[in-house]
């Protein structure tokens, strides 16, 4: 059974510019979360998706933004780059809805923002 | 929201030892506590989690205690071994969002 697979697993970008990552979850999943991963912050919740429906949000600013396909696979979109956006970007995907419950991760995109 | 404290942010021990990795949350609400292990360059994976109707939950070497009313939990790795170096969250779940603890890197010595 394949896991969760991100893509790209590196990237790197300049300040102001956008960004789409992209997230297949694992067979059967429809639970699509993100995290955002710092040093400083370590995870952090963004937003979860269940089908093709976003069902909970973070605190993070509206330039962080996601969607879901009817495949269940998910891309978030980040506009207008600040350096400190830079951090390791996290998906998971569950069978279950909401709660975080039994979440399966990918490896993450790393992101830099120069 | 949810708040996580995590306590120690690192923990070395030598092989075969026993390592506890404490948490405490804010939310009474907060009916879920998963833990996960993550190892350099992969995402974390669930290792052990337990729901506030339960006060222990064990697997094999791995066991999870949970205190309601204190709002702690705890994670207790026995016969420890070098594998199971790597850096531990814990997390607590409360109206459908997870909050992460800072995490606990542990070094087991050979």
């Known amino acids: 059974k394949a896991g969760v697979t991100q893509t790209p697993r590196y990237l790197i970008k300049t300040r102001g510019q956008q960004v789409t990552l992209s997230c297949s979850p694992i067979?059967?999943?429809?639970?699509v979360s993100w995290y955002q991963q710092t040093p400083g912050q370590g995870l952090q919740f963004l937003f979860e998706?269940?089908?093709?429906?976003?069902?909970n949000k973070g605190n993070f600013p509206g330039r962080f933004s996601g969607r879901q396909f009817s495949n269940s696979r998910s891309e978030m979109n980040v506009s207008t780059l600040e350096l400190g956006d830079s951090a390791l970007y996290l998906c998971?995907?569950?069978?279950?809805?909401?709660?975080?419950?039994?979440?399966?991760f990918g490896s993450g995109t790393q992101l830099s923002v120069l | 929201g949810e708040n996580v404290e995590q306590h120690p942010s690192t923990l070395s021990v030598q092989e075969g030892d026993s390592a506890v990795i404490k948490c405490t949350y804010s939310?009474?609400?907060?009916?879920?506590f998963p833990w996960y292990k993550q190892e350099l360059g992969k995402g974390p994976q669930l290792i052990i989690d337990?729901?506030?109707?339960?006060g222990e939950k064990k697997d094999q070497r791995i066991a999870v205690t949970l205190n309601k009313t204190a709002k702690h939990f705890s994670l207790h790795i026995t016969e420890t071994q070098p594998e199971d170096s790597a850096v531990y969250f814990c997390?607590?779940?409360?109206?459908?969002?997870?909050?992460f603890g800072q995490g606990t890197i542990l070094t087991v010595h050979p």
């Open positions: 997390a607590a779940s409360s109206y459908g969002k997870l909050t």
């Open positions: 998971a995907s569950s069978l279950v809805a909401g709660g975080g419950e039994k979440l399966f």
């Open positions: 067979s059967g999943h429809r639970s």
């Open positions: 939310d009474s609400a907060s009916n879920y």
């Open positions: 337990i729901r506030s109707n339960v």
């Open positions: 998706y269940f089908s093709e429906t976003q069902r």
